[in-house]
């Protein structure tokens, strides 16, 4: 048993059937078949001391030593016990949802299959004309502070309730500097207010805005003088390389003064087209490289090679190519056989991904990516920290680590993902507070302590 010293403590959680620690991985991410480690403990227990771990191993050990003295005691007979879900790729402040968008697509997709000739409408095709990112550009526009406030925390309450505690939050759907501040201190006031994590990127460069439509460089130029002022509300900054949206050159030239000014680097790429964009992730270092439906062989390798590097982790996003109805997928099981970190984000968004349960995006990854259960797990806890630069702090059960935990009404772990289309979320324990107890939000007030 790992332990502080002290047996005073709030909370002590005994009788796990399976304690899933994901210990001894918070230098360095998981790759290849150590993706297939959970930590597992039967019969686990764990203690929380304020906001952290106090200790984590048996259930007799810990009840022996904290029992008598902790404020509360639960007993999670017949239940697993695991990490808080990491997010590490959202869209999640926005106006609208784009639903009859997707029937359009829907639409377009019967009529390919007919083949009767008639223009199709798929994602880009809809982007092009004007509506897609652009569509919810509008809304978010025409949305106040407020109003962006009150609908972004209906999400961040969905997204705790099916075990999300930390989440990557992006800027994008503002395209103008004014609305991009708006949408960044939406999640900076929610960031105080809700008990999950958020982790603030900067993504002016999502898509190039109407008024922009014939002069992208100079809407690119403009991103780069809002930068000085976002630094202060946003930890990384992105940029969607791929097709209809930037060029490798524009995104460089965005990413690179994006460096200088002491962001962390984020790239979209690959989604539609690779334009070449894990060779300027691996060039600037970037914290990750997020979708990579379409990769070289050769970049793959390259990811590999630059894991004791720090390189950057490779976060899929199966949501994505599920919900467009697209037939090429992530690479997955090429890339951890050879070696490639994997992360695991939901790209919560209204047009290519409108769905922020984690549990969902397991169960995908594992039907559609050829990823284990075990991949699965590992790819939203531990390594998904590591895609946000946190997994000092979270993503796993160890003494020390902030005290983000799940306990799920499923007997083993291997019901997580085979199970859809249920919340198996019974318990969320954030930083050592009880915020969803028997599957109800509980009252709370201000977000806990900040990671550092």
Partial sequence: MKERSGEQCDIVILNSNELLTLAGASQRPRTGREMRELGLIPNGGLAIEGCEFAAVGPSKEIESRYASKAKRIIDASGKVVMPGF???????????WRDKEWVMRLEGTVIRLRRTGIEKRDYLDILKAGGGILETVRATRLASQEELVKMTKKHLDTMLLHGTTTAEVKSGYGLDLENELKILKVI?????????RLVPTFLGAHAVPAEYKDNPEGYVESVLGWMPEVKGLAKF?????DEGAFSLAQARKILFR??????????????FKDLGGVGLALQLGATSVDHLDYVAEKDIEEMARAVEAKGPITVLLPGVSFFLSRENVAKARAMIDRGVPIALGTDFNPG???TPNMQLIMTLACLTLRMTPEEAINAVTINAAHALGYAH????????????ALILDIPTYTRLAYQFGVNHVETVIKTGKVVVEGERLMEYVGGGPKID
């Fill in 258 to 271: 994006a460096k200088e000014l002491g962001f962390g680097i984020k790239l979209h790429a690959g989604e």
């Fill in 393 to 404: 702090r979270v993503g796993s059960l160890e003494v020390g680590q902030r005290a983000d």
């Fill in 188 to 196: 900076e006031a929610l960031g105080k207010e809700h008990p999950i």
């Fill in 237 to 241: 900054c992105d940029v969607f390389c």
């Fill in 86 to 96: 990491v997010d590490p790729h959202t869209h999640a402040v926005f106006a609208g």
């Fill in 352 to 354: 290519s991904c409108p």
